[in-house]
C-alpha cells in the first residue's frame, strides 16, 4: 500500500500569500504543512507517497525532494492545470498500488493513518464532526456504509482509502469525487469511519491562525 497527498489546489481563499507559496508549504507550528502528512505515514509503516502537484509545485519539489528526510519516497505527479481529486487521481493512478490511502494536502490532523491498512472496500472514508464552516455536514454512516439516507451527516475529513479499481476505466482529465462516490454509495460500496481526534481544514485565514 502506498499513499496519495492532493497538493495542486491553487488557495484561493488564502491569497495573498498563496500567490508565492503553495498552500501546502504554508508553516504551521514552525515546518511545512504536508511535512506532518509525510511524518504521519512514514510511522504508520508506509513508503512510498505520491504527491500531485501543479500551483507552484517546483516549490514544493524543492522544499520536499525525494522524501528521504522522513524516511520515504516521494513521486511527484505534475498536472499542467489542477485536474482535481478524481482526476488526479486518474493521472497518477499507473504510480499507485492496488490499495492506496489519499490525504487532503491542506488538512491538519493527527489521524492515525495505519487504520487505514486494513481497510478492504473499494472505497473508504474518514468523517469528522461537522466544522463551524460545514454544519450541515456532507455524508451520513449507517452501520459502517457512507450514505445519504439520513439528516444526520458528518464532514468528509479528507482522508479516504481506495481500491484501484475505483478509478479504473474513467477517462484522462479534470473531474470531481464527489459525483463517483454518490454513485458507489448507491451500491453499498463505500464504508466510513468517525474520527474524534485533531482536525482542521486550513481553508482560511482565520482556519489557519488557529493552528499556526
Not at 463517483?180 to 453499498?188: G, P
Request: aromatic letters at 8%; glycine letters at 8%.
Amino acid at each position: 500500500m502506498n499513499a496519495m497527498i492532493l497538493a495542486a489546489g491553487r488557495g484561493e481563499r488564502l491569497r495573498p500569500h498563496t500567490d508565492s507559496c503553495p498552500k501546502p508549504l504554508l508553516n504551521v507550528k514552525g515546518k511545512p504543512l504536508i511535512s506532518y502528512h509525510f511524518e504521519a505515514l512514514a510511522r504508520a509503516g508506509i513508503k512510498q507517497v505520491v504527491v500531485n502537484v501543479s500551483w507552484l509545485g517546483d516549490k514544493i519539489e524543492a522544499a520536499m525532494g525525494s522524501g528521504s528526510q522522513f524516511g520515504l519516497e516521494i513521486i511527484y505527479s505534475r498536472e499542467a492545470e489542477a485536474l482535481e481529486t478524481a482526476g488526479g487521481i486518474v493521472h497518477a493512478l499507473a504510480q499507485l498500488d492496488d490499495q492506496f490511502i489519499v490525504v487532503n494536502g491542506d488538512i491538519f490532523t493527527d489521524y492515525p493513518f495505519e487504520k487505514l491498512r486494513s481497510k478492504k472496500a473499494v472505497a473508504h472514508l474518514v468523517m469528522v464532526k461537522n466544522p463551524p464552516h460545514n454544519l450541515k455536514g456532507d455524508f451520513a454512516l449507517n452501520d459502517g456504509y457512507v450514505n445519504n439516507r439520513s439528516d444526520d451527516r458528518h464532514t468528509f475529513a479528507g482522508i479516504s482509502c481506495f481500491h484501484k479499481s475505483f478509478f479504473e476505466n474513467l477517462l484522462h482529465g479534470k473531474q470531481a469525487l464527489a459525483p463517483l462516490l454518490r454513485k458507489a454509495m448507491e451500491d453499498n460500496q463505500v464504508t466510513g469511519e468517525v474520527f474524534e481526534g485533531e482536525w482542521t481544514d486550513v481553508g482560511t485565514f482565520a482556519r489557519w491562525e488557529s493552528i499556526a
